[in-house]
């Protein structure tokens, strides 16, 4: 059984910096893709950033780009999202999600219908 659980989620202010973590278990994640999805009140879940397990290749929403990194470590299987000059619009619920379509680019992993496991989020909140 496949577990994703997020955490370092919080309350920062505009221009401040986050890290979010997703701790996987429940089997190899060798050739998985991993992503980040976020949602906020009232709108649809959407694309944050992705990552393939074996490569570590990742790849950004235009909106996020320059400012968060994705990141794995493989020896915690743990995938990781700095988030750096964090905006207001950036308030969202934020999930972390596995692939098992493996060994695809990192674009691969932009839709949410590809993932086949979802953790239950974390709550980043950025104020003015």
């Given at each position: ?43 649809e879940r ?21 400012r968060f ?60």
């Amino acid at each position: 059984q496949v577990q994703l659980v997020e955490s370092g989620g919080g309350l920062v202010q505009d221009g401040g910096s986050l890290r979010l973590s997703c701790a996987a278990s429940g089997r190899t994640f060798s050739g998985y893709g991993m992503g980040w999805f976020r949602q906020a009140p009232g709108k649809e879940r959407e694309f944050v950033a992705a990552i393939t397990w074996n490569s570590g290749s990742g790849y950004y929403a235009d909106s996020v780009k320059g400012r968060f990194t994705i990141s794995r470590d493989k020896s915690e299987n743990t995938v990781l999202l700095q988030m750096n000059s964090l905006k207001l619009e950036d308030t969202a619920r934020y999930y972390c999600a596995a692939s098992a379509t493996r060994y695809r680019g990192s674009s691969y992993y932009v839709k949410a219908d590809v993932y086949d496991f979802w953790g239950q989020g974390t709550q980043v909140t950025v104020s003015s």
